[in-house]
Each structure stands twice: as structure tokens, then as C-alpha cells.
């Protein structure tokens, strides 16, 4: 299946520093969800987004789905230690009975105290 | 609290030993799956299903099987374990209508084939 693209791959930050990841597509996506994994444990829904050009909070997070349906951002501001983990976006594709998901590999943000 | 249950947590076995890893979602959801998590892979779908007594293929159905005779649980077998079926599974379930479509996750099953 098809894989999007997410970058960065890895970020080191400092606390209080806020950060910022993408992901982008070839395809056009009717939903876009951003989950937060902390290890060995299953990824946890942060932020879900359903109409392009949508914003949307959630605490310091805030994600965007793009004006052309092929990408996403998300933001997270004045970052903690607890904000470690993977960062994963996924999408639902554009078109008739296309209900599976389609994953990015994750970003893997680190943050030093 | 609505959630997505798998068990177990953790399974060390054997190669050829069958095993089923039992998934469970309290949230009525239509749609259930399984995913298998490796390093440097991400997050790959092994099968899914729409409905009752209605499961397809994903990415990597290889050497796995899944029933659903029950909206709520979605079992994912492994008739006989081979080590590069040692992952990280994920079973997950999202409502399954278009629109508004959240998908949640299970906590994870580590298995290790030996």
C-alpha cells in the first residue's frame, strides 16, 4: 500500500522549544489523523482533521490539513519532556469504498531538558 | 471507557506453535484491523474487516489468518509462527462510515518466535 511521506524522520529540541512536522502525499486524502506513540504502547489519537484547510487545537498541538488535500502539519508549542515519542500522521484517500488508512513512518522527536 | 483490548501483551513461542492474539472493541465499531509494527517499516496492515463475517487482505496477510464471527472481537491467528512473524502487532477499530472516521489503537502484542 501506499506510504506517505512524513518528515522529519528524527528532531532533537530543547525544552521549550516548539516544533514542527509534515506529511505529504501524491494522492488526494479526505482525512487526515495524527497520533503520539510512547514505547510499547499502541499510538494514541491526538488531533483528527475532516475538511481541507481546517485548523485545529488541542492543548499545544495544533495540526492543519493542507488547502490541496495532499499534505498535513502538525505543530507543537513550548514543548516538554513528556512530549517524547513517535509521531505518526495517517490519511484516508480520496475515492469510492476506500476506507484504509494510509500511514507515514513517524517522527521521532526527542527533547532535551 | 471505550477501547480497543488485546491479549496478550506479550508471547514468546516457537516456530510452528499455533497462536491467536484476541482483540476486542466495546464501541460498536464496523471496521476492525491488524497491524504489524518493525523498525525502519512503520505500521502495516496484515488484514481487515468491514463488517461481520467480512475480512480482506492488507499489505502483508502472509501466514495470518482472521475470523470475524462477532462485531466486537477480531482474533488474528497464526497457524504456524515463523521468527520473521516477531513484531509488534497493533489491532485497531474506527467506526467505518465516511466522514467522521477516528481510528483507535489496542495497547500492542509483543510476540517473539523463536
Known amino acids: 500500500g501506499q506510504q506517505l511521506n512524513q518528515s522529519p524522520q528524527s528532531m532533537f529540541i530543547q525544552e521549550g522549544e516548539d516544533v514542527s512536522m509534515n506529511c505529504t502525499s501524491s494522492?488526494?486524502?479526505?482525512?487526515w489523523l495524527w497520533y503520539k506513540q510512547e514505547p510499547g504502547e499502541g499510538p494514541v489519537l491526538l488531533i483528527a482533521?475532516?475538511?481541507?484547510?481546517e485548523l485545529t487545537s488541542n492543548g499545544r498541538l495544533t495540526a492543519q490539513f493542507g488547502i490541496t488535500r495532499k499534505d498535513s502539519f502538525l505543530n507543537i508549542s513550548a514543548s516538554i519532556p513528556s512530549d517524547v515519542g513517535i509521531y505518526f500522521c495517517?490519511?484516508?484517500?480520496?475515492?469510492?469504498?476506500?476506507?484504509?488508512?494510509?500511514f507515514g513512518k513517524g517522527t521521532k522527536l526527542s527533547v532535551i531538558p | 471507557e471505550a477501547q480497543v483490548t488485546q491479549n496478550p501483551r506479550y508471547l514468546i513461542t516457537v516456530t510452528g506453535k499455533k497462536l491467536t492474539v484476541t482483540c476486542s472493541q466495546n464501541?460498536?465499531?464496523?471496521?476492525m484491523s491488524w497491524y504489524r509494527q518493525d523498525p525502519g517499516l512503520g505500521l502495516r496492515q496484515i488484514y481487515y474487516s468491514m463488517n461481520v463475517e467480512v475480512t480482506d487482505k492488507g499489505d502483508v496477510p502472509e501466514g495470518y489468518k482472521v475470523s470475524r464471527k462477532e462485531k466486537r472481537n477480531f482474533p488474528l491467528i497464526l497457524e504456524s509462527p515463523s521468527p520473521n512473524q516477531t513484531s509488534l502487532y497493533f489491532c485497531?477499530?474506527?467506526?467505518?462510515?465516511?466522514?467522521?472516521?477516528?481510528?483507535?489503537f489496542g495497547p500492542g502484542t509483543r510476540l517473539t518466535v523463536l
Open positions: 494522492s488526494i486524502f479526505n482525512t
Open positions: 495517517a490519511g484516508e484517500p480520496s475515492g469510492a469504498g476506500s476506507y484504509q488508512l494510509t
Open positions: 485497531a477499530s474506527r467506526p467505518g462510515t465516511r466522514g467522521y472516521n477516528e481510528q483507535f
Open positions: 482533521l475532516y475538511k481541507a484547510g
Open positions: 464501541m460498536n465499531h464496523e471496521y
